[in-house]
């Protein structure tokens, strides 16, 4: 998906700022460098040679008070003594004297400052203190801050060398992002010589203010940045990286390599940033989640870049290797089975057309050997044929100089068929000064081009995983099975009410049938269990069952029950259930033992499963699958995701995991209802989100057969009463806004209902705009837009999966005489980064027009916006739409001029 795919969109566009507030970092009119001087080899000197070495257009203004001039230009002892406004200021100076500077800077107005001095957070308590003086300074200002303890920021395009490195980075179109100072100083001295030129080369330091969020979305917004690539140590805003990168990903694709792997390396990276570290198991779930492409080298860092920029994405993970020599392509294939890829099984027909022009001992497989005297008519027909095949994901194409080889001949035929192809072409031409010429046509006619093809295999590999994250976020999920936002919201409310009658015992661990009341709450399917004080009760339980039986310790204070002889399994008459009790009272202590719980002893005839749950320090709820039973830590089966989640989302989680195959059905075992699975991952999603006091949720096993799935047993521990709601940790992705799900009567008695937007209502989505009478579009849009255009897939599922922490847009949903629902309207609020401002738009089925619906629907919006401390909420309406203006006026809105010939703003300020 790209910016091609994106509507004219008048309520927005029309009220977006042109200038945004990063702007003074990349193109500011003056640069005010404080703690410049002459010393030589100092951090004060290089950067003022780099400033006014480079030609960003603007005034430098050194400020040094005791030097009249610095380097032949003219000197200021303060900020406040310089007689121009100042857009940027540089701090080289101690950081004991930053929080001063920073609120002499204030004072004069300006708007953004890079601190590349070091001794902050990173330096321990002390320098937490500077920070903290640092950023309430800016905050009284509205000032940005990248760094403390950075390199500083080049803008290669617009000729911004602020930086202590050695020399400028060529203007390009990728944005680099680096925690470490040192690293870009490497990178940049490899890309003079590999000819790789950037947008935007920031060294982010600490991220005190600016952080992954800001710079990703700015760079998303940016014209001259086509890719994105970050060295991370630390994430900082968890939820704020997700967001921009979820969004941008779409459109311009970002990678990163995320350091701090080994738990030695990751002390590393927190001594140096300073910052809390996520476990890279959680990272790279994270990754996964907002589209975001991981590598684990630097050099796939800067491949996945160009070749990313140059070529498609795949849709699958199938490679077709063309070659002229067998060795190559064998090095190949192993590079891509071991990273995960699949070699592209070749078609009949595919076979048919090459046994009509290859010499009669072609490998008559993939890879396709056309052997080592091919030239280069029988590469490019080779190439036209293999691409043709359906299987066929991308093609990647070898070639070995060998004596009747032509390497430039075959490249340019290559290139001339290369355009024609809608799939990823890669190639690797093996060799030096031979196949130099070649490599060189390739590479003009953006075909990625690799000394190895082990690499190229590697790099196709980490595409597709690029490409099926994405695809992943925005697939049209089914609808979860009896998913209804009134059961949902007393779903929440029953768990409310269980766990907070928990805490107000003074207890923070649930009992066994505690635990599996809050999964029943949520519609999770447990065993039958019951409570049996004595010997007697737990007979007659036993014998209401049927036999056999399991009985459990039931306590307050013992955890795994296991451990102490807690847990009899088969029993089978009632003697045997009376001394089962008497053993596990027998086991524990007397204030441990409250009685036991009784259930069916269920047959082991599926496969044991485990779901659970634990908190990250970054990342909040994080929900665990895979194999489970008494083995879950030998096998090590798993995979991590950040709740909540849809059903894509959830069938995803489990692709991840060994275990799937064999809930596929194997050796005649019937396959597991999986959309059953992903039915209850979702509903268990639901659970740990909207329930923040849990801090463990554990179902193991969860067993999963042919015939059901059934959780035997559940072990839920909250976080403490003592622990303030704020400082509970707070999931990564903001969960389903439900507070906003409302029924209501339309002033003629129509009874419909409002609701936030769902992934799930795509097919809804196109539907109501097929009802849509070619006036109403144009109202909305200010532009005749076809139904294909409106209704295509890659622009609903934008509209329909939503962050809503970035936007909330309402559906209004009407049941017909059928009893079918139907969406009517919609409203979308959708804030601006940075920003206590938001935009708003609305768009009404014709035949509801006129009833009342809209300036509910619009009043609605404003409460949303209310809630979400929003201060200016505004959208651009044609002149024309008379009605949508008496809407806004009526709810007090003001209309003025836009500047824009026939568009009105509609604005009201919400900051009382």
């Given at each position: 998906?790209?910016?091609?795919?994106?509507?004219?969109?008048?309520?927005?566009?029309?009220?977006?700022?042109?200038?945004?507030?990063?702007?003074?970092?990349?193109?500011?009119?003056?640069?005010?460098?404080?703690?410049?001087?002459?010393?030589?080899?100092?951090?004060?000197?290089?950067?003022?040679?780099?400033?006014?070495?480079?030609?960003?257009?603007?005034?430098?203004?050194?400020?040094?008070?005791?030097?009249?001039?610095?380097?032949?230009?003219?000197?200021?002892?303060?900020?406040?003594?310089?007689?121009?406004?100042?857009?940027?200021?540089?701090?080289?100076?101690?950081?004991?004297?930053?929080?001063?500077?920073?609120?002499?800077?204030?004072?004069?107005?300006?708007?953004?400052?890079?601190?590349?001095?070091?001794?902050?957070?990173?330096?321990g308590p002390a320098g937490r203190e500077l920070e903290r003086q640092v950023l309430a300074e800016a905050r009284r200002g509205g000032m940005r801050i990248v760094g403390p303890n950075c390199l500083g920021v080049m803008s290669p395009v617009h000729g911004l060398n602020a930086t202590f490195a050695q020399g400028m980075a060529r203007p390009g179109n990728v944005g680099f992002l680096s925690q470490s100072g040192a690293?870009?100083?490497?990178?940049?001295?490899?890309?003079?010589?590999?000819?790789?030129?950037?947008?935007?080369?920031?060294?982010?330091?600490?991220?005190?203010?600016?952080?992954?969020?800001?710079?990703?979305?700015?760079?998303?917004?940016?014209?001259?940045?086509?890719?994105?690539?970050?060295?991370?140590?630390?994430?900082?805003?968890?939820?704020?990286?997700?967001?921009?990168?979820?969004?941008?990903?779409?459109?311009?694709?970002?990678?990163?390599?995320?350091?701090?792997?080994?738990?030695?390396?990751?002390?590393?990276?927190?001594?140096?940033?300073?910052?809390?570290?996520?476990?890279?198991?959680?990272?790279?779930?994270?990754?996964?989640?907002?589209?975001?492409?991981?590598?684990?080298?630097?050099?796939?860092?800067?491949?996945?870049?160009?070749?990313?920029?140059?070529?498609?994405?795949?849709?699958?993970?199938?490679?077709?290797?063309?070659?002229?020599?067998?060795?190559?392509?064998?090095?190949?294939?192993?590079?891509?089975?071991?990273?995960?890829?699949?070699?592209?099984?070749?078609?009949?027909?595919?076979?048919?057309?090459?046994?009509?022009?290859?010499?009669?001992?072609?490998?008559?497989?993939?890879?396709?050997?056309?052997?080592?005297?091919?030239?280069?008519?029988?590469?490019?027909?080779?190439?036209?044929?293999?691409?043709?095949?359906?299987?066929?994901?991308?093609?990647?194409?070898?070639?070995?100089?060998?004596?009747?080889?032509?390497?430039?001949?075959?490249?340019?035929?290559?290139?001339?068929?290369?355009?024609?192809?809608?799939?990823?072409?890669?190639?690797?031409?093996?060799?030096?000064?031979?196949?130099?010429?070649?490599?060189?046509?390739?590479?003009?006619?953006?075909?990625?081009?690799?000394?190895?093809?082990?690499?190229?295999?590697?790099?196709?590999?980490?595409?597709?995983?690029?490409?099926?994250?994405?695809?992943?976020?925005?697939?049209?999920?089914?609808?979860?099975?009896?998913?209804?936002?009134?059961?949902?919201?007393?779903?929440?409310?029953?768990?409310?009410?269980?766990?907070?009658?928990?805490?107000?015992?003074?207890?923070?661990?649930?009992?066994?049938?505690?635990?599996?009341?809050?999964?029943?709450?949520?519609?999770?399917?447990?065993?039958?269990?019951?409570?049996?004080?004595?010997?007697?009760?737990?007979?007659?339980?036993?014998?209401?069952?049927?036999?056999?039986?399991?009985?459990?310790?039931?306590?307050?204070?013992?955890?795994?029950?296991?451990?102490?002889?807690?847990?009899?399994?088969?029993?089978?008459?009632?003697?045997?259930?009376?001394?089962?009790?008497?053993?596990?009272?027998?086991?524990?202590?007397?204030?441990?033992?409250?009685?036991?719980?009784?259930?069916?002893?269920?047959?082991?005839?599926?496969?044991?499963?485990?779901?659970?749950?634990?908190?990250?320090?970054?990342?909040?709820?994080?929900?665990?699958?895979?194999?489970?039973?008494?083995?879950?830590?030998?096998?090590?089966?798993?995979?991590?995701?950040?709740?909540?989640?849809?059903?894509?989302?959830?069938?995803?989680?489990?692709?991840?995991?060994?275990?799937?195959?064999?809930?596929?059905?194997?050796?005649?075992?019937?396959?597991?209802?999986?959309?059953?699975?992903?039915?209850?991952?979702v509903r268990f999603g639901r659970l740990v989100v909207e329930q923040p006091r849990i801090q463990e949720l554990d179902i193991n096993p969860l067993l999963a057969s042919g015939e059901r799935l059934l959780a035997l047993d559940a072990r839920v521990v909250l976080h403490p009463a003592s622990v303030p709601d704020a400082e509970l940790p707070r999931p990564a992705v903001r969960a389903y806004p439900s507070r906003y799900?409302?029924?209501?009567?339309?002033?003629?008695?129509?009874?419909?209902?409002?609701?936030?937007?769902?992934?799930?209502?795509?097919?809804?989505?196109?539907?109501?705009?097929?009802?849509?009478?070619?006036?109403?579009?144009?109202?909305?849009?200010?532009?005749?837009?076809?139904?294909?255009?409106?209704?295509?897939?890659?622009?609903?599922?934008?509209?329909?999966?939503?962050?809503?922490?970035?936007?909330?847009?309402?559906?209004?949903?009407?049941?017909?005489?059928?009893?079918?629902?139907?969406?009517?309207?919609?409203?979308?609020?959708?804030?601006?980064?940075?920003?206590?401002?938001?935009?708003?738009?609305?768009?009404?089925?014709?035949?509801?027009?006129?009833?009342?619906?809209?300036?509910?629907?619009?009043?609605?919006?404003?409460?949303?916006?209310?809630?979400?401390?929003?201060?200016?909420?505004?959208?651009?309406?044609?002149?024309?739409?008379?009605?949508?203006?008496?809407?806004?006026?009526?709810?007090?809105?003001?209309?003025?001029?836009?500047?824009?010939?026939?568009?009105?703003?509609?604005?009201?300020?919400?900051?009382?």
């Open positions: 998906m790209n910016d091609s795919t994106r509507l004219p969109d008048l309520v927005h566009d029309v009220i977006r700022p042109r200038r945004q507030p990063l702007d003074p970092f990349f193109k500011p009119a003056s640069v005010a460098l404080i703690g410049a001087t002459e010393k030589e080899g100092s951090v004060g000197r290089t950067i003022m040679q780099n400033l006014i070495a480079t030609s960003f257009g603007g005034t430098v203004f050194p400020v040094n008070p005791k030097r009249p001039a610095v380097l032949g230009v003219r000197a200021y002892p303060s900020v406040a003594a310089i007689p121009d406004p100042v857009e940027l200021a540089v701090l080289v100076t101690p950081a004991a004297s930053v929080p001063g500077l920073i609120k002499e800077c204030v004072d004069a107005g300006v708007k953004a400052a890079v601190i590349i001095s070091a001794g902050f957070k990173e330096a690293l870009c100083t490497a990178i940049l001295d490899w890309s003079h010589r590999e000819h790789v030129g950037f947008s935007a080369f920031v060294s982010t330091g600490s991220m005190l203010d600016v952080g992954w969020s800001d710079l990703i979305w700015y760079l998303g917004d940016d014209p001259n940045t086509q890719s994105i690539l970050i060295y991370m140590e630390s994430i900082g805003d968890a939820r704020g990286f997700l967001s921009a990168a979820r969004e941008v990903a779409l459109r311009k694709p970002i990678v990163v390599i995320h350091v701090g792997k080994s738990e030695q390396a990751a002390k590393a990276a927190a001594s140096h940033t300073g910052a809390l570290t996520a476990s890279s198991a959680v990272l790279e779930a994270a990754f996964r989640r907002c589209g975001v492409t991981s590598v684990g080298r630097i050099e796939d860092l800067f491949d996945l870049a160009e070749v990313l920029g140059k070529q498609p994405r795949p849709k699958g993970p199938r490679l077709t290797i063309l070659t002229n020599a067998g060795g190559p392509g064998v090095l190949a294939t192993d590079a891509l089975i071991g990273m995960g890829g699949e070699l592209a099984p070749l078609a009949d027909a595919t076979k048919r057309e090459l046994d009509a022009f290859l010499p009669a001992h072609w490998s008559h497989n993939n890879p396709i050997d056309i052997l080592g005297d091919a030239d280069p008519e029988r590469y490019r027909k080779a190439l036209e044929v293999a691409a043709r095949d359906p299987h066929a994901d991308g093609l990647l194409l070898i070639l070995t100089p060998q004596g009747m080889t032509h390497p430039s001949r075959i490249a340019e035929g290559v290139a001339a068929v290369a355009p024609t192809i809608d799939k990823p072409v890669l190639a690797s031409w093996m060799g030096g000064v031979e196949v130099a010429a070649g490599a060189e046509i390739l590479n003009r006619a953006k075909i990625p081009t690799f000394d190895y093809p082990d690499t190229a295999a590697r790099v196709f590999t980490l595409m597709w995983r690029g490409a099926y994250n994405l695809r992943g976020l925005y697939e049209t999920p089914a609808l979860a099975a009896g998913l209804d936002e009134r059961e949902a919201e007393a779903q929440r409310a029953r768990g409310a009410e269980l766990v907070a009658s928990v805490l107000k015992e003074g207890r923070t661990l649930l009992t066994e049938l505690e635990s599996k009341a809050l999964l029943e709450a949520y519609g999770l399917p447990t065993v039958p269990t019951r409570f049996a004080k004595d010997a007697v009760a737990a007979v007659r339980l036993a014998e209401g069952f049927g036999f056999p039986v399991v009985l459990k310790l039931h306590s307050h204070t013992i955890t795994h029950k296991t451990d102490v002889g807690g847990v009899k399994l088969n029993l089978r008459g009632a003697d045997e259930v009376r001394a089962a009790f008497d053993a596990i009272r027998g086991g524990v202590g007397a204030g441990d033992f409250l009685g036991v719980t009784v259930q069916p002893m269920v047959p082991l005839d599926g496969y044991e499963l485990i779901v659970g749950c634990s908190p990250d320090p970054i990342f909040g709820p994080v929900v665990l699958f895979g194999t489970g039973g008494q083995l879950v830590e030998v096998f090590k089966d798993r995979a991590l995701g950040l709740p909540p989640f849809n059903a894509t989302l959830a069938r995803r989680l489990m692709e991840q995991t060994k275990i799937l195959t064999a809930l596929k059905g194997v050796r005649g075992r019937k396959p597991v209802d999986l959309a059953a699975l992903e039915n209850l991952l799900v409302e029924d209501w009567t339309m002033p003629d008695g129509t009874r419909v209902a409002f609701r936030p937007i769902r992934p799930e209502d795509e097919p809804a989505l196109a539907a109501f705009h097929a009802t849509l009478s070619d006036r109403s579009v144009f109202l909305r849009y200010a532009n005749k837009l076809g139904l294909g255009e409106r209704i295509a897939h890659e622009r609903l599922a934008r509209l329909c999966f939503v962050d809503y922490d970035r936007e909330i847009p309402l559906v209004v949903e009407h049941r017909a005489e059928d009893g079918k629902p139907a969406l009517v309207a919609i409203g979308r609020l959708s804030k601006r980064h940075g920003a206590a401002e938001a935009s708003f738009a609305l768009l009404i089925a014709d035949r509801f027009q006129g009833r009342g619906l809209g300036t509910e629907l619009l009043r609605r919006l404003v409460r949303v916006a209310r809630d979400e401390k929003i201060e200016r909420l505004a959208a651009g309406i044609l002149a024309e739409n008379k009605n949508m203006q008496s809407v806004c006026a009526a709810l007090g809105f003001s209309l003025s001029p836009s500047g824009q010939d026939g568009v009105l703003i509609a604005e009201l300020m919400l900051d009382s």
